[in-house]
């Protein structure tokens, strides 16, 4: 980062200080479109709720948050947004206020804060053994300071990295994610699954290649276990997503599996990888978007909110369900949908980095949770464009236009990016190798 | 000798005199005096504060110019004048904050004496600040014992009684192990001002001589104070005394009291018996492990508690346990770490006990939880008051506990061995709880009805409505805790760089 915006200084390691590389723009970007299209979708759902002017401040509050955390230059500044983030976007989860979604709220935020808590004890050590505060790519520490205490940095890595990967859901503080997803509004809980989970991934991100530095944690056994942990939330989910019924719960275990493939991306701590989880995060958040407000949209018109209600449900609402499976079809990676490339450079980038073991059951791991994706998804879209013989149809009507219109945009994102992914590709490749 | 010297010897006396003085006075006008006398003391000791910031150097003040070994000696740097500073604004604010609830829990006859205990609790915290004389620091710790038991007692109910005598006998315990203390270095050394023992402390010490009765005077020394400051285990008197009292009692009793006996151990440590011996003696891993033991037990007490006062109570002996493990550390920065959480203790919890007085008249004066919900919405200063404490304990940078967190996780990274480890892995697990149950307290006091207003609620509204007191005093208090909350979470360089420049002056 060459400019600095400093906004608040103490003393030199304390500072809240912005500043704009690739990467932030990068989120600043996904997150400030997401925005946009949500809310104009929640402009329409909003007849279907309650409170509405204190959603849409806490909306609005917890855009500013993630777009501070997109810039944020240094660790304490991220580590203030962060858990301002949490804090503001907590009342959007007990929107409805019924003591589900109350206890769904707070489970929301003994997990963040317990995460975010292990986030803090990241930045007392970068604080104390860093050269300077700013993120700066190949990492912070002071080899100097280092010397000698590799060890205990290294667990200090591990908890650090572990807490901020709460919030993007990875196992095992993942807990929380399937629960609060599906309390909230659907535009809530799209932002939250589509754009909130990968706030996580980019303080993972930092922590990662801007504070320890690549070098400093490549195969180390911070890595390996990581990796392992990532691995095993991407199964999970996908697992626990095929035998859930509740279509927006469905969803949020969806994403528990999906964000995990970006974090095994960004722990392979390889270029290609790396590539692969940037692209995810876009693919992932446009996709998930698309099917939470999909699944927004049968709940608003037709009050149905389980799978296993919505035989038929195609032919009533077929542009609602034309996007979905559209965003389906990303999500398994079926090309050319967008999906197919993030995915294939993350099983490249593993390959070719070549730790033992990992590098070639993760591909596998990777392709055994697309396979369940497909039988999670497709399902959905089968049955609504076909219900089976002697199948109840279910009755009802399609969507608003003004809820369809981001779903259009959605869904047109989808095929655009996978059709023409080389110049975004490009341009991530750029923003993954000045990383390192 | 410039005039801003006098102040330690003037603070102290003017708060007796004005104690006396209260007792013949008509009831208003006794309230109006302590608040004056008290402010006149915070005035005179950032005044003194000022001195030292701009390059006074810590002098010795002989009371009637009598000199060692003879006289009775006060002696004032930086540190002192800052605890002083601290100690007289949060007992105004602890009064204000709390001076509704002392209308109604405290009888006619004795506001007056609630008033002269304030002024002499005060008087004597400050005494164990400035005090250069051991023997003194003994008179005084009895006044504060005292003075303490008075101000709980004030609030008259049975409950009250039972629990201040309780703590009144485990204070005496503590106040004698003290007095054995100082008698055995007075029969070693042979002197009673704190510069004369340290010489001939060292002096055996290099001979080798008087080890035994030196281990031991330590120890008591260690284990007395830490009985008054409520350090895990001993702090079982705790919860009962606190959550009984009146809410500026409490404020003052959590806030301040446990804090003066703290300075006086770090003293008597560094001053008395110096830094090298005490950091050969066992008592500071002691203290540093049951700091340690502390954070968690008491967040854990604190978890399972569904009674607002007894919350914070035992909240505060989790937050003892931090200062605790500061001085347990043995390093100067662990001390620095230390002297920062008394100072965001102080306002913190000082400020949470009177937003619980609020959030009590707020539910027709119950303190349990299932009758205090949505009170933060009824008596919105106690709500953002909650929300600023929580705040600050989770560690958000820019409150006052995240300047603790870091001052204290960065001391404990320059130690070696085991004390490192213990002390991070403390301090995140006992963070972490403390979120918890704050979090919660929060979601009780802000939740929205959720069913329809029974006839009880309904009741308790029309009441709520029909006292909506304007109450500006409280009010003014609150906002002010909360700025002082962030202050210290915003200047805390230059709240470092007293306290470090404060301790180097100390020895």
Same mark, same amino acid.
């Given at each position: 980062?060459?400019?600095?915006?400093?906004?608040?200084? #103490?003393?030199?390691?304390?500072?809240?200080?912005?500043?704009?590389?690739?990467?932030?723009?990068?989120?600043?970007?996904?997150?400030?479109?997401?925005?946009?299209?949500?809310?104009?979708?929640?402009?329409?759902?909003?007849?279907?709720?309650?409170?509405?002017?204190?959603?849409?401040?806490?909306?609005?509050?917890?855009?500013?948050?993630?777009?501070?955390?997109?810039?944020?230059?240094?660790?304490?500044?991220?580590?203030?947004?962060?858990?301002?983030?949490?804090?503001?976007?907590?009342?959007?989860?007990?929107?409805?206020?019924?003591?589900?979604?109350?206890?769904?709220?707070?489970?929301?935020?003994?997990?963040?804060?317990?995460?975010?808590?292990?986030?803090?004890?990241?930045?007392?050590?970068?604080?104390?053994?860093?050269?300077?505060?700013?993120?700066?790519?190949?990492?912070?520490?002071?080899?100097?300071?280092?010397?000698?205490?590799?060890?205990?940095?290294?667990?200090?890595?591990?908890?650090?990295?572990?807490?901020?990967?709460?919030?993007?859901?990875?196992?095992?503080?993942?807990?929380?994610?399937?629960?609060?997803?599906?309390?909230?509004?659907?535009?809530?809980?799209?932002?939250?699954?589509?754009?909130?989970?990968?706030?996580?991934?980019?303080?993972?991100?930092?922590?990662?290649?801007?504070?320890?530095?690549?070098?400093?944690?490549?195969?180390?056994?911070?890595?390996?276990?990581?990796?392992?942990?990532?691995?095993?939330?991407?199964?999970?989910?996908?697992?626990?997503?095929?035998?859930?019924?509740?279509?927006?719960?469905?969803?949020?275990?969806?994403?528990?599996?999906?964000?995990?493939?970006?974090?095994?991306?960004?722990?392979?701590?390889?270029?290609?990888?790396?590539?692969?989880?940037?692209?995810?995060?876009?693919?992932?958040?446009?996709?998930?978007?698309?099917?939470?407000?999909?699944?927004?949209?049968?709940?608003?018109?037709?009050?149905?909110?389980?799978?296993?209600?919505?035989?038929?449900?195609?032919?009533?609402?077929?542009?609602?369900?034309?996007?979905?499976?559209?965003?389906?079809?990303?999500?398994?990676?079926?090309?050319?949908?967008?999906?197919?490339?993030?995915?294939?450079?993350?099983?490249?980038?593993?390959?070719?980095?070549?730790?033992?073991?990992?590098?070639?059951?993760?591909?596998?791991?990777?392709?055994?949770?697309?396979?369940?994706?497909?039988?999670?998804?497709?399902? #959905?879209?089968?049955?609504?464009?076909?219900?089976?013989?002697?199948?109840?149809?279910?009755?009802?009507?399609?969507?608003?236009?003004?809820?369809?219109?981001?779903?259009?945009?959605?869904?047109?994102?989808?095929?655009?990016?996978?059709?023409?992914?080389?110049?975004?590709?490009?341009?991530?490749?750029?923003?993954?190798?000045?990383?390192? | 000798?410039?005039?801003?010297?006098?102040?330690?010897?003037?603070?102290?006396?003017?708060?007796?005199?004005?104690?006396?003085?209260?007792?013949?006075?008509?009831?208003?006008?006794?309230?109006?005096?302590?608040?004056?006398?008290?402010?006149?003391?915070?005035?005179?000791?950032?005044?003194?504060?000022?001195?030292?910031?701009?390059?006074?150097?810590?002098?010795?003040?002989?009371?009637?110019?009598?000199?060692?070994?003879?006289?009775?000696?006060?002696?004032?740097?930086?540190?002192?004048?800052?605890?002083?500073?601290?100690?007289?604004?949060?007992?105004?604010?602890?009064?204000?904050?709390?001076?509704?609830?002392?209308?109604?829990?405290?009888?006619?006859?004795?506001?007056?004496?609630?008033?002269?205990?304030?002024?002499?609790?005060?008087?004597?915290?400050?005494?164990?600040?400035?005090?250069?004389?051991?023997?003194?620091?003994?008179?005084?710790?009895?006044?504060?014992?005292?003075?303490?038991?008075?101000?709980?007692?004030?609030?008259?109910?049975?409950?009250?009684?039972?629990?201040?005598?309780?703590?009144?006998?485990?204070?005496?315990?503590?106040?004698?192990?003290?007095?054995?203390?100082?008698?055995?270095?007075?029969?070693?050394?042979?002197?009673?001002?704190?510069?004369?023992?340290?010489?001939?402390?060292?002096?055996?010490?290099?001979?080798?001589?008087?080890?035994?009765?030196?281990?031991?005077?330590?120890?008591?020394?260690?284990?007395?104070?830490?009985?008054?400051?409520?350090?895990?285990? *001993?702090?079982?008197?705790?919860?009962?005394?606190?959550?009984?009292?009146?809410?500026?009692?409490?404020?003052?009793?959590?806030?301040?009291?446990?804090?003066?006996?703290?300075?006086?151990?770090?003293?008597?440590?560094?001053?008395?018996?110096?830094?090298?011996?005490?950091?050969?003696?066992?008592?500071?891993?002691?203290?540093?492990?049951?700091?340690?033991?502390?954070?968690?037990?008491?967040?854990?007490?604190?978890?399972?508690?569904?009674?607002?006062?007894?919350?914070?109570?035992?909240?505060?002996?989790?937050?003892?346990?931090?200062?605790?493990?500061?001085?347990?550390?043995?390093?100067?920065?662990?001390?620095?770490?230390?002297?920062?959480?008394?100072?965001?203790?102080?306002?913190?919890?000082?400020?949470?006990?009177?937003?619980?007085?609020?959030?009590?008249?707020?539910?027709?004066?119950?303190?349990?939880?299932?009758?205090?919900?949505?009170?933060?919405?009824?008596?919105?200063?106690?709500?953002?008051? *909650?929300?600023?404490?929580?705040?600050?304990?989770?560690?958000?940078?820019?409150?006052?506990?995240?300047?603790?967190?870091?001052?204290?996780?960065?001391?404990?990274?320059?130690?070696?061995?085991?004390?490192?480890?213990?002390?991070?892995?403390?301090?995140?697990?006992?963070?972490?709880?403390?979120?918890?149950?704050?979090?919660?307290?929060?979601?009780?006091?802000?939740?929205?009805?959720?069913?329809?207003?029974?006839?009880?609620?309904?009741?308790?509204?029309?009441?709520?409505?029909?006292?909506?007191?304007?109450?500006?005093?409280?009010?003014?208090?609150?906002?002010?805790?909360?700025?002082?909350?962030?202050?210290?979470?915003?200047?805390?360089?230059?709240?470092?760089?007293?306290?470090?420049?404060?301790?180097?002056?100390?020895?």
């Amino acid at each position: 980062m060459t400019q600095l915006f400093t906004l608040l200084k #103490i003393s030199d390691g304390l500072a809240i200080q912005f500043g704009a590389d690739g990467l932030g723009r990068m989120f600043l970007c996904l997150d400030t479109v997401m925005w946009i299209l949500v809310g104009i979708y929640a402009f329409k759902y909003k007849e279907h709720m309650k409170h509405t002017k204190r959603f849409f401040a806490f909306y609005l509050l917890t855009y500013l948050m993630l777009a501070a955390l997109s810039m944020a230059a240094n660790y304490l500044t991220m580590y203030l947004c962060f858990e301002f983030m949490t804090l503001l976007s907590m009342p959007m989860v007990l929107q409805d206020g019924t003591p589900e979604s109350i206890a769904a709220a707070r489970k929301y935020l003994m997990y963040s804060i317990f995460g975010a808590t292990l986030g803090l004890l990241g930045f007392f050590f970068s604080a104390h053994y860093g050269a300077g505060t700013v993120f700066t790519p190949g990492g912070l520490l002071d080899p100097a300071k280092v010397a000698g205490n590799e060890s205990k940095l290294l667990v200090v890595a591990f908890l650090s990295i572990a807490g901020f990967s709460a919030k993007a859901g990875m196992f095992p503080l993942h807990a929380w994610l399937p629960t609060a997803h599906p309390v909230a509004p659907a535009p809530a809980s799209a932002v939250l699954s589509g754009v909130i989970t990968k706030a996580g991934v980019l303080c993972i991100l930092r922590v990662m290649y801007q504070v320890y530095g690549a070098s400093f944690l490549a195969g180390t056994w911070v890595q390996k276990a990581l990796i392992v942990l990532s691995l095993i939330t991407v199964f999970m989910g996908s697992m626990m997503a095929y035998g859930e019924d509740l279509l927006k719960r469905r969803l949020a275990y969806s994403t528990v599996s999906q964000v995990s493939y970006v974090l095994f991306g960004v722990f392979t701590l390889h270029p290609v990888a790396l590539l692969g989880a940037l692209l995810h995060v876009i693919y992932h958040s446009i996709i998930k978007d698309g099917l939470f407000l999909g699944a927004g949209a049968v709940i608003f018109t037709n009050h149905k909110e389980y799978v296993s209600q919505l035989h038929g449900m195609g032919k009533r609402m077929p542009v609602t369900f034309g996007c979905f499976t559209v965003c389906s079809l990303g999500l398994i990676g079926i090309p050319p949908f967008a999906g197919f490339l993030s995915k294939w450079y993350l099983a490249a980038g593993s390959l070719s980095e070549g730790l033992p073991v990992l590098s070639w059951l993760g591909p596998a791991v990777l392709l055994l949770s697309a396979l369940l994706t497909a039988g999670y998804l497709l399902p #959905i879209s089968i049955h609504g464009f076909f219900p089976g013989e002697g199948e109840k149809e279910a009755e009802g009507k399609e969507a608003p236009f003004q809820m369809l219109f981001p779903m259009l945009v959605l869904a047109l994102g989808v095929v655009v990016f996978g059709v023409f992914a080389q110049p975004l590709a490009d341009a991530l490749l750029r923003i993954a190798e000045a990383m390192f | 000798m410039s005039l801003v010297q006098n102040v330690p010897a003037f603070s102290i006396l003017l708060l007796m005199l004005c104690g006396i003085v209260c007792l013949v006075l008509p009831r208003r006008a006794a309230r109006h005096l302590a608040d004056c006398a008290i402010a006149l003391v915070a005035a005179a000791s950032v005044a003194l504060l000022v001195y030292f910031l701009q390059g006074g150097a810590a002098y010795t003040y002989s009371m009637g110019e009598i000199g060692a070994p003879f006289g009775n000696e006060l002696r004032a740097g930086m540190l002192e004048a800052a605890v002083a500073t601290l100690f007289s604004i949060v007992t105004l604010l602890s009064l204000m904050g709390g001076r509704a609830h002392l209308r109604s829990d405290i009888g006619r006859l004795k506001v007056n004496l609630y008033y002269i205990s304030t002024l002499f609790l005060l008087c004597s915290m400050l005494a164990l600040v400035y005090t250069n004389d051991i023997f003194t620091a003994y008179v005084f710790v009895e006044i504060n014992t005292i003075t303490a038991c008075g101000i709980v007692m004030s609030k008259e109910d049975g409950y009250t009684l039972a629990a201040s005598m309780r703590y009144f006998i485990m204070s005496l315990i503590g106040s004698g192990l003290f007095l054995i203390s100082i008698c055995i270095l007075y029969a070693v050394t042979g002197h009673l001002l704190m510069s004369n023992i340290q010489e001939a402390v060292a002096q055996l010490y290099a001979q080798g001589e008087y080890r035994a009765p030196l281990q031991v005077a330590i120890a008591l020394m260690g284990v007395g104070l830490s009985l008054k400051s409520a350090l895990w285990p *001993f702090s079982s008197w705790l919860p009962d005394a606190h959550s009984s009292a009146s809410a500026s009692s409490s404020a003052m009793l959590s806030g301040l009291v446990l804090k003066s006996f703290i300075f006086l151990m770090i003293k008597i440590f560094y001053r008395v018996i110096g830094a090298g011996i005490v950091r050969t003696h066992a008592v500071l891993d002691l203290l540093l492990v049951f700091g340690i033991l502390g954070m968690v037990m008491g967040s854990v007490n604190a978890l399972f508690e569904r009674d607002i006062k007894r919350l914070l109570a035992y909240s505060s002996v989790g937050q003892i346990g931090y200062i605790f493990c500061g001085v347990g550390l043995g390093t100067p920065a662990g001390v620095a770490a230390a002297m920062v959480q008394v100072a965001v203790h102080a306002t913190t919890k000082a400020m949470l006990f009177c937003a619980a007085g609020g959030l009590m008249d707020a539910s027709g004066g119950s303190k349990k939880f299932r009758d205090i919900e949505g009170a933060g919405r009824r008596d919105p200063y106690a709500g953002v008051a *909650f929300i600023v404490g929580t705040l600050s304990m989770i560690g958000i940078p820019f409150f006052g506990g995240f300047i603790t967190k870091l001052s204290l996780v960065q001391a404990a990274v320059t130690v070696g061995g085991w004390r490192n480890l213990l002390s991070i892995l403390a301090i995140i697990v006992s963070t972490i709880l403390t979120a918890i149950y704050y979090i919660n307290v929060l979601a009780i006091i802000f939740r929205a009805p959720e069913t329809a207003p029974t006839k009880a609620s309904e009741k308790l509204k029309e009441e709520w409505k029909k006292q909506v007191r304007l109450d500006t005093e409280y009010e003014v208090a609150i906002v002010l805790f909360i700025l002082l909350n962030l202050a210290i979470g915003l200047r805390s360089d230059q709240l470092m760089q007293i306290i470090t420049t404060g301790l180097s002056m100390f020895g």
